[in-house]
């Protein structure tokens, strides 16, 4: 998980304020970054992490021992698990890259304890969140092709919200999380985004000229301040709730 995705899960995990000793499930773990941040900040009782790449696990599993985390290959859309055995059940930004995000919110309503929490939190596509829009923008300017997550929509907080009633989940809740990064100077955020998984790619199919271009765009684009330092924002899209066959959530000693 790279910084800006690190600074977004902070506050995502600020707001849903889960106590201590409760089960985790991170759906769309990827290399295990979120998991990691979960058990540093949330001391859970367990943690599973579902991912459809070996690859990716493979590199979960590197990054945390097994008696921190159990990581299991599987899809959103159908997780690999019978009983109801989580407190908390989360898909942190992933919702918009699963084929049928309905599909995904059911499934982690369905594998949570009553009065469990269901959450997810998303990039702001559609209202320009993505850490790296400006860089997007000026490769779509130059008629570039850039990748985008397939249901983009689903980042939006209206039909997030759309998406948790559906699963049949009640006290839901929105939120925009914002949050900003500083880089030294141009070449520090140059740098970054030649890394990024998103726009790296495409920047490093340009020809040489045209790199030079996208670069001369982006530092007009992005002026530094007095001391040579860029700062960025971006904004992502969170949504929780809860299993609705409860009456009694404090049962669980989960937060109201």
């Not at 998991?35 to 590199?59: F, K, M, N, Y």
């Not at 290959?73 to 019978?82: E, K, N, R, S």
């Not at 059911?106 to 269901?118: F, Y």
């Not at 301040?225 to 709730?241: E, P, R, W």
């Amino acid at each position: 998980m790279g910084k800006w995705s690190q600074l977004a899960g902070d506050v995502f995990l600020d707001w849903l304020a889960v106590p201590p000793g409760r089960r985790w499930l991170d759906v769309g773990c990827g290399n295990g970054a979120f998991t990691e941040l979960v058990i540093q900040r949330c001391s859970p009782s367990a943690v599973v992490g579902i991912d459809p790449s070996d690859a990716q696990l493979a590199h979960a599993r590197a990054r945390l021992a097994p008696a921190a985390a159990e990581f299991r290959q599987g899809d959103a859309m159908a997780l690999p698990i019978d009983g109801r055995d989580y407190d908390v059940a989360v898909m942190p930004l992933v919702i918009f890259f699963v084929p049928d995000p309905a599909k995904g919110v059911a499934e982690l309503a369905r594998v949570v304890k009553p009065g469990g929490i269901v959450s997810a939190y998303a990039w702001d596509m559609a209202g320009g969140g993505f850490p790296y829009s400006a860089v997007l923008d000026e490769l779509r300017a130059m008629d570039v092709a850039v990748p985008h997550p397939p249901r983009e929509e689903a980042s939006r907080l209206d039909v997030m919200h759309e998406l948790w009633s559906g699963a049949g989940l009640t006290a839901i809740e929105t939120r925009v999380i914002s949050v900003q990064r500083t880089f030294v100077h141009f070449d520090d955020y140059w740098a970054t985004i030649l890394g990024s998984p998103s726009a790296g790619k495409s920047i490093g199919a340009l020809p040489s000229d045209a790199r030079l271009r996208l670069r001369a765009r982006l530092e007009q684009r992005l002026p530094a301040g007095s001391n040579g330092a860029i700062t960025c924002s971006a904004s992502a899209n969170a949504v929780k709730g809860r299993s609705s066959d409860s009456t009694n959530s404090s049962a669980h000693g989960l937060p109201q």
